[in-house]
């Protein structure tokens, strides 16, 4: 059984079809990343593993629930901030009927779903999330 290292935060690549759920965050000065592209997911709470993280985090961005065994974790990178704890990196495929089931929550301007080639080519889109996704797909 491995175990998973001690981590700030985890994303996911929700992948619906050819597509990927995005979401752009609230355009503020005192966030990182203000008015740019990102995926479901954030920090860490209460001792939660990383599959826990990312359903709590997509449930609170997206309304909708999805089950940890669904998640899987793809790899651990440094923080992108440059110190303190890992960051986990996850997927989940799942099927378009998930869309009818979103209700956006209050983080964010507003979701949708885009082409795997349109957010790796985004100029709006969180640089480090992109490489995530990149190397996922080479791999």
Request: charged share 25%; aromatic share 10%; proline share 6%.
């Amino acid at each position: 059984m491995t175990t998973e290292p001690d981590f700030h935060g985890a994303k996911v690549a929700v992948f619906i079809g050819d597509s990927i759920l995005v979401y752009r965050r609230d355009d503020r000065p005192d966030i990182p990343f203000p008015n740019m592209l990102d995926l479901p997911g954030g920090g860490r709470e209460n001792g939660e593993s990383g599959a826990e993280c990312v359903a709590r985090e997509t449930y609170e961005e997206f309304g909708i629930r999805i089950a940890i065994d669904d998640f899987r974790h793809v790899e651990t990178y440094p923080n992108w901030r440059g110190e303190g704890k890992v960051a986990l990196f996850f997927v989940c495929q799942l099927a378009s009927q998930i869309l009818e089931d979103i209700v956006f929550g209050d983080e964010g301007q507003g979701w949708s779903t885009m082409t795997v080639p349109e957010f790796l080519a985004s100029k709006d889109a969180v640089p480090h999330l992109q490489m995530r996704v990149q190397d996922y797909l080479s791999n």
